[in-house]
């Protein structure tokens, strides 16, 4: 033993440990230590393959296709389409409408995803670690309801509040806040559907922080503040990153709730991409060119999600886990 | 150990192979038979036409029923299609792209008779028309809506035509006196402020604009049936084929919104005439009491009667009263001739292309025109009858009255929209000008106009439009 640490200290290697199990030579079917491959799980596999195939890597690639055609719902081109390049890319690059969509929609999932349900989630969660269990309990359904409700009944919702209670709250109503400020308006909504989710994904988080921990800053007479942004935040890391790409790709594919209550007005004030295409496609007939925009939506979440993969295997490379 | 799981794994196999040929099936084909009688699919729309849902489950069901007591060998299949306009037209759309869904009768706005003529998608029915009864009651302009180059490719169902609507007490407290009829556009505007002056707290003017209840609601509010009567009508030229995206007509009919956005004659129901439902509400917003002077369709009058009830207001016909919508300058439209305006929209019976029983889909067509059912469309819908033999009937005259036998009157000077998809794009940059108006009464006649052009030119392309004088 002293001879393998004497060597170990020479090459710079870390010593045999005396508790390493003895080796033994096993199938390579066996070892767990590379990979394998079972064929018979390849049936096994299949119904899956063939489902994400069918349901979302070919209607993918097709709608990638079509946004390069001619098809438009009614007329000549309905049912006699044929690929025409890159008219269609030509069409979106000068088309005044998309340069403002991709903008509103930035502002959308960034204002109402990435910050506004996150942020409010993250704080919520932390309020009802602290609240009474009554408290706790009331705000938590309440906030979760919020949640389940389907996307027209949210969009409902809104409105009438918008359009009756928030102005008479305010003392002006005459006001009519979703014609005056509709994105900060849709905004609200979709961050008001999609809080619950992400309070519930911080709670979980922070039941996992050892009470150790805090206890160990507040013996360094850590403050509130300190044992929040040194300890707790570092430690939620992790699900922070996971929320936001949620949230975000959650808003990014809002369509049901800007739809009903602005239809991306008025005029085009919350015409986020979502809705553009479908109003090019279903309002204008015009569904090549709304499948292009909608495939620039895919383009983006494809974007985020690669993002999101590279930002965790480096965090696991960091922690010099599994990559 | 590795036995056991090796003979689980393999049974797991063994499992979802059996599964998958289990689950394997073939769809049923859609033959168009079913025991042994012939199929015959009718696609309508179950909540924009007719005035109420259950109306217009009535309606069709009762045509279906009497078409299979004459036709026995012959059954309907319903295709109810819920939602609003452009819901309604994209479902159809959708239905008609294969040969197996698409109905063999179909309830189609005439708006865009042109795009589904030239998608293929309906047949040709002037061999079916030379036998008809009825059809040579039809005024030639209702024929016109159907026919594309000399092919009659639908049948009217019924009519929409747009009027004034005007609140008799609310006249009479403004000292304004009644019968009323402006004779141009300064009329409208004196009678809005007296209204206003007189009663602040109501609407004196509900005018629909914006972009939220989509381009259909164009021919039923204020934008196209004042653009109708302004000094250039024009929205699309004939002999240029482009789309006018700036002219006198266009800016008139701007300075009539704004004139009701600066003046505050909208107020208080700017929500409502905002509103995505405002074409379905109207009838409503007007029982409610609070509105002076609306542009209105015909069918409110019959929403309110008690047999209708969409909604019931047993008052309408005693506190509405009607007036014929003037030029802007009591001058003759280009045209027509006429020196009153209205917009006409109209819901049509088509039969498909892909059908297999077009000798069936013509008979359901004929008992649907037949007088009775004619008459109950009309009052399920609100419509004007497109047989003229019937606007002074005492069956139809009598179901709303004074409102249904005006509002035929108003049909042979009514003028329709041009009937192609573009329609949507042009219809939407007009909705915005006419609502960035609406939202900011501190705008420009200018600014909106530019809105307009801008906005249209950016989506069809600067070959497309044109601006007219």
């Known amino acids: 033993m002293e001879a393998a640490q004497q060597a170990s200290a020479e090459v710079g290697t870390r010593p045999p440990s005396p508790f390493a199990a003895p080796e033994v030579a096993l199938p390579a079917s066996q070892r767990l230590d590379k990979a394998r491959f079972d064929w018979s799980s390849i049936p096994l596999l299949l119904p899956a393959v063939v489902l994400l195939a069918v349901l979302f890597l070919g209607p993918v690639v097709y709608s990638f296709y079509l946004g390069l055609t001619n098809l438009t719902l009614i007329g000549p081109t309905s049912h006699h389409f044929s690929f025409t390049g890159t008219a269609n890319l030509s069409r979106l690059i000068h088309d005044p409408v998309f340069p403002k969509s991709l903008y509103l929609t930035a502002i959308f999932v960034v204002g109402s995803g990435v910050v506004g349900a996150t942020v409010l989630g993250l704080v919520l969660a932390l309020a009802m670690q602290r609240a009474v269990r009554a408290v706790s309990g009331v705000v938590g359904i309440i906030v979760m309801v919020a949640f389940m409700l389907p996307p027209v009944t949210v969009a409902l919702v809104w409105y009438a509040t918008s359009t009756g209670t928030l102005p008479a709250l305010v003392g002006s109503p005459q006001s009519d806040f979703l014609q005056s400020l509709p994105l900060v308006v849709v905004s609200a909504a979709d961050t008001w559907s999609l809080t619950g989710l992400a309070m519930l994904l911080f709670a979980a988080a922070l039941r996992n922080i050892p009470r150790e921990v805090i206890e160990y800053a507040e013996l360094e007479n850590a403050n509130a503040v300190q044992r929040l942004s040194k300890v707790v935040i570092p430690l939620l890391r992790p699900t922070i990153i996971t929320t936001v790409l949620l949230m975000t790709l959650l808003a990014l594919a809002n369509f049901t709730v800007v739809y009903i209550m602005t239809a991306g007005g008025p005029g085009s004030a919350s015409m986020i991409l979502p809705v553009y295409s479908y109003q090019q496609a279903f309002s204008f007939d015009n569904l090549a060119y709304g499948a292009l925009i909608g495939n620039v939506t895919v383009v983006l979440a494809g974007i985020f999600s690669f993002l999101y993969a590279r930002l965790v295997r480096a965090r696991a490379r960091e922690a010099g886990g599994i990559t | ?469």
């Open chain 2, 1 to 469: 150990m590795i036995r056991k799981r090796s003979l689980r794994r393999g049974a797991m196999v063994a499992a979802v192979a059996v599964g998958l040929l289990v689950a394997a099936c073939t769809s049923p084909a859609a033959t168009g038979t079913q025991n042994g009688k012939q199929v015959l699919t009718v696609a309508y729309s179950s909540e924009y036409v007719f005035l109420t849902p259950q109306l217009a489950t009535q309606w069709w069901h009762a045509v279906g029923s009497e078409f299979e007591k004459k036709y026995p060998n012959v059954t309907v299949r319903y295709e109810p299609i819920p939602g609003g306009y452009n819901d309604f037209n994209s479902k159809l759309a959708l239905l008609y792209r294969t040969s197996a869904t698409a109905p063999d009768v179909a309830e189609l706005p005439s708006a865009l008779m042109g795009e589904w003529v030239s998608s293929g998608d309906l047949l040709a029915l002037n061999k079916y028309v030379a036998t008809s009864s009825w059809w040579s009651n039809y005024p030639e302009s209702v024929k016109a809506e159907t026919t594309i180059n000399g092919k009659v490719y639908a049948i009217n169902h019924g009519e929409n035509t747009e009027a004034l609507y005007y609140n008799v007490p609310m006249f009479k407290q403004a000292g304004i006196p009644v019968p009323w009829q402006p004779h141009n556009w300064q009329q409208i505007y004196a009678a809005a402020a007296k209204i206003h002056a007189a009663l602040p707290n109501v609407t004196a003017f509900f005018a629909a604009g914006g972009t939220a209840p989509g381009v259909g609601a164009i021919q039923y509010n204020a934008s196209g049936n004042m653009l109708q009567g302004s000094t250039n009508p024009t929205i699309y030229d004939q002999k240029t084929h482009k789309w006018v995206v700036d002219s006198s007509g266009i800016r008139e009919t701007l300075g009539f919104y704004l004139k009701l956005a600066q003046n505050g004659w909208q107020n208080p129901t700017l929500t409502e005439a905002l509103s995505p439902n405002v074409v379905a509400n109207a009838p409503g917003d007007l029982a409610k009491g609070n509105i002076a002077i609306a542009v209105g369709s015909n069918y409110y009058g019959t929403a309110w009667v008690k047999s209708v009830c969409g909604p019931c207001w047993s008052q309408g016909a005693s506190t509405m009263a009607v007036a014929k919508i003037p030029t802007i300058n009591g001058q003759a439209s280009p045209g027509n001739g006429s020196s009153y305006a209205s917009l006409l929209g109209c819901w049509d019976l088509a039969i498909g292309a892909a059908t297999q029983h077009a000798q069936a889909a013509w008979n359901f067509i004929n008992v649907a025109q037949e007088e009775g059912n004619m008459l109950s469309a009309a009052k399920g819908a609100g419509f004007v009858p497109p047989d003229d033999q019937y606007w002074s009937a005492p069956s139809y005259a009598g179901v709303a009255p004074p409102f249904t036998h005006f509002f035929a009157t108003l049909l042979p000077y009514s003028r329709l929209a041009p009937e192609l998809s573009q329609y949507s794009v042009w219809g939407t940059g007009f909705e915005q000008a006419t609502g960035a108006i609406m939202s900011n009464p501190n705008t420009t006649v200018q600014a909106a106009a530019t809105i307009m052009k801008n906005y249209i030119t950016g989506q069809m392309g600067a070959s497309q439009v044109e601006s007219l004088p």
